[in-house]
């Protein structure tokens, strides 16, 4: 959706992602996630800790997601995920391989940009398509990345966007991006929402994924936790 948000919004935007950008690790709270040692890749969980931006999602973001499907929906998780200068890019992926222990038949997600994305920063890559239902070839056991084999028979469009856009997808849409060639940083909030009549997973997510794939600030020292492969973290650079 092209130009959807106002100006002010958009604003908001880029100032709610420099917010969290400041965030330090904090056990209980927000989860941050890194890549490279200690760069900041990804943080979750940060909704209730920023009211004017939980009033913003629970309002305008998710009403349009409403009109959008004509359907009444639930928010199961929100994330933003940094691509500083340099950072690696997402592997093609399908997202419900990361919430099917979940009793779902389907999930969306809608992305606000925090920056205009572009080719040369890794912006977002669909393969457009009916893919309802259909989970393509992949190896849990390895990065639950789509098997290569499968990747490349796809056709896939880079998807540039400024924070005025919307883009909307559900959790059947193959995507990817490539790593930022550029100095600056690319930031991208997700708000995955499943369908009301599913059910409300929020916290039970949240809950489960602390437990099976903490945030360093939260690993128990001595204990080892499944990385390459954890259904929590399929096909991205997180360490």
């Known amino acids: 959706l092209k130009d959807i948000l106002s100006i002010e919004d958009s604003n908001c935007i880029v100032n709610w992602a420099n917010e969290l950008e400041q965030l330090k690790e904090e056990k209980g709270k927000w989860m941050i996630y890194f890549e490279d040692g200690k760069k900041k890749s990804r943080i979750e969980n940060f909704l209730k800790y920023k009211p004017e931006l939980n009033k913003f999602v629970n309002t305008k973001v ?5 009109e959008v499907l004509a359907k009444k929906i639930n928010l199961f998780k929100e994330k933003l995920n940094w691509k500083y200068g340099g950072g690696n890019g997402f592997k093609a992926h399908q997202d419900h391989p990361a919430f099917n ?3 779902c038949s389907i999930f969306y997600t809608v992305a606000l940009f925090a920056n ?3 080719k040369e920063n890794g912006c977002l890559e669909f393969s457009k398509g009916d893919y309802r239902d259909n989970l393509l070839s992949y190896d849990i ?4 990345k789509i098997s290569q084999e499968v990747e490349d028979k796809l056709n896939w469009e880079k998807i540039e966007t400024t924070p005025r856009d919307i883009a909307i997808f559900d ?3 193959p995507h990817r991006s490539d790593k930022n060639t550029t100095n600056n940083s690319r930031r991208i909030f997700y708000f995955t929402y499943n369908l009301i009549e599913d059910g409300e997973f929020h ?3 949240i809950t489960k994924k602390r437990r099976e794939f903490p ?3 939260e690993r128990e020292e001595g204990k080892e936790y499944k990385i390459l492969g954890n259904k929590y973290n399929l096909a991205n650079p997180l360490k």
């Open 141 to 144: 056991n390895t990065s639950g």
């Open 62 to 66: 998710k009403n349009k997601v409403e």
């Open 215 to 217: 945030p360093d600030i």
């Open 116 to 118: 205009n994305s572009t």
């Open 203 to 205: 916290e039970d997510y």
């Open 171 to 173: 959790s059947f849409v």
């Open 101 to 103: 222990d979940f009793p």
